[in-house]
Nanobody, 124 residues
Framework: QLQASGGGLVQAGDSLRLSCAAS????????TGWFRQAPGKEREFVAA????????SFADSVKGRFTISRDNAKNTVYLQMNSLKPEDTAVYYC???????????????????WGQGTQVTVSS
């Protein structure tokens, strides 16, 4: 089970840290990704991290502003979001995948288990 949390209402320029907590002992065997979906839009890739944490991938729209990390001892992946913009407003979802290639990380069809989303709203 995946539990995403940390969303909220913030102003442009603020920061938020999202957490994706997993139950079970196998979390460290999966790469983890974050996706987001704004109203009326398709779910899009945001960031991903390999199972060991040594490889990360980001959408161009968040590069330089967002970072992703993981603590496998705590079964948790974090998405640190800085310099938030109104266009970052969306429901954010975390998901896990057995794939390990950077090209696979951006494809939501490669993720086999999804958590519920957490709402992030950025006001201008």
């Amino acid at each position: 089970q995946l539990q995403a949390s940390g969303g909220g209402l913030v102003q442009a320029g603020d920061s938020l840290r999202l957490s994706c907590a997993a139950s079970g002992r196998t979390f460290g065997t999966y790469a983890t990704g974050w996706f987001r979906q704004a109203p009326g839009k398709e779910r899009e890739f945001v960031a991903a991290i390999s199972r060991s944490g040594d490889t990360t991938s980001f959408a161009d729209s968040v590069k330089g502003r967002f970072t992703i990390s993981r603590d496998n001892a705590k079964n948790t992946v974090y998405l640190q979001m800085n310099s938030l913009k109104p266009e970052d407003t969306a429901v954010y979802y975390c998901a896990v995948t057995v794939y390990s290639g950077p090209d696979d990380y951006t494809d939501r069809k490669k993720y086999h288990y999804w958590g519920q989303g957490t709402q992030v709203t950025v006001s201008s």
